[in-house]
C-alpha cells in the first residue's frame, strides 16, 4: 500500500545548499576557514524512530553537542589541533583540526525525554523516538 507523504517545497532546497556547500569547499577550502570540515551525515526512519549517524572520526564525544530546537536537531563539534613539534617537518599534511555545525529539519515530531545517542569507532549514532502522534497506524477497513 503507498504511503502518503507531506509536502516539504523546502527539503530539495535544503538538499540543493548543502550539496552546494560541499561542492564549495572542493573547490575553495579557504572559504570555509582553516580547519573547517563537515561530516557526512545519514538520517534514516525506521518507522519507529528516526536515526542519525553521522562520521566523527578523531572527536571525543565530550566535546560533541547535540541540541533540538523546535524541529530542529544540530550537531556540532570542536577538535583541539595536536600541539606541533618544533623539529617536525611535514611533507604532507591534511589532517584538520577546528571545529563544524550541522543543522536538519526533522520530519516528524519525536520524544524529546527518550532521545539517545552513542559515539563508538568515530560514528555518533542518535536515536530520536518519534512522538506517539507521528508514528504510523495502520487502520483495518473491512469492505463489503
Excluded: H
Excluded at 577538535?79 to 529539519?105: D, N, P
Excluded at 515530531?109 to 523516538?129: F, N, Q, S, Y
Aim: glycine fraction near 6%; charge should be negative.
Amino acid at each position: 500500500m503507498a504511503k502518503l507523504a507531506r509536502w516539504e517545497p523546502f527539503r530539495e532546497l535544503d538538499d540543493i545548499r548543502t550539496g552546494f556547500d560541499r561542492l564549495l569547499e572542493r573547490i575553495s577550502p579557504s572559504l570555509y576557514g582553516e580547519g573547517m570540515w563537515m561530516p557526512a551525515v545519514d538520517i534514516k526512519d525506521t518507522g519507529e524512530n528516526l536515526v542519525v549517524k553521522a562520521e566523527v572520526p578523531g572527536f571525543d564525544k565530550k566535546d560533541i553537542n547535540i541540541s533540538l530546537t523546535g524541529d530542529t536537531i544540530t550537531i556540532s563539534g570542536k577538535m583541539q589541533e595536536e600541539k606541533e613539534e618544533k623539529k617536525a617537518q611535514y611533507l604532507y599534511r591534511e589532517r584538520v583540526s577546528g571545529s563544524f555545525t550541522r543543522s536538519f529539519t526533522l520530519p516528524v515530531p519525536v520524544d524529546r525525554e527518550k532521545v539517545k545517542a552513542t559515539c563508538k569507532d568515530g560514528v555518533l549514532e542518535i536515536i530520536l523516538p518519534k512522538a506517539e502522534e507521528a508514528k504510523t497506524k495502520e487502520i483495518k477497513v473491512n469492505v463489503e
